[in-house]
């Protein structure tokens, strides 16, 4: 009943920038963290960046300075703006959110897009 749809992956050039939306959508009533997590092939998944409701935000150190996480709430929408991009930032990007649904009480439960692909390459 609930569902993250995430657009804005492709292919760039070392340098490059691109920006990742993910919508969240359903029978929601609120969201307290949304973020974005990658998986490398060979690898596993690691933590990107998170918002937290309130506006804390948390990074990870390889991308501390280039990638800007940022939320509308209104829309349940998060975003990921990556400058600067790396070929090591090659990876499956995915979207996360911890929401609570009107049938899940006070409980909130942790979802997940289907990712998308950034590939940087020359």
């Known amino acids: 009943q609930v569902q993250l749809a995430e657009s804005g992956g492709g292919l760039v050039q070392p340098g490059g920038s691109l920006r990742l939306s993910c919508e969240a959508s359903g029978t929601i009533f609120s969201i307290n963290v949304m973020g974005w997590y990658r998986q490398a092939p060979g690898k596993q998944r690691e933590l990107v960046a998170i918002?937290?409701?309130?506006?804390?935000?948390n990074y990870a150190g390889s991308v501390k300075g280039r990638f800007t996480i940022s939320r509308d709430s209104a829309k349940n929408t998060v975003y990921l703006q990556m400058n600067s991009l790396k070929p090591e930032d090659t990876a499956v990007y995915y979207c996360?959110?911890?929401?609570?649904?009107?049938?899940?009480?006070?409980?909130?439960?942790?979802?997940w897009g289907q990712g998308t692909q950034v590939t940087v390459s020359s």
């Open positions: 996360t959110a911890d929401i609570r649904t009107r049938s899940s009480g006070s409980h909130y439960f942790r979802y």
């Open positions: 918002s937290i409701s309130g506006g804390n935000t």
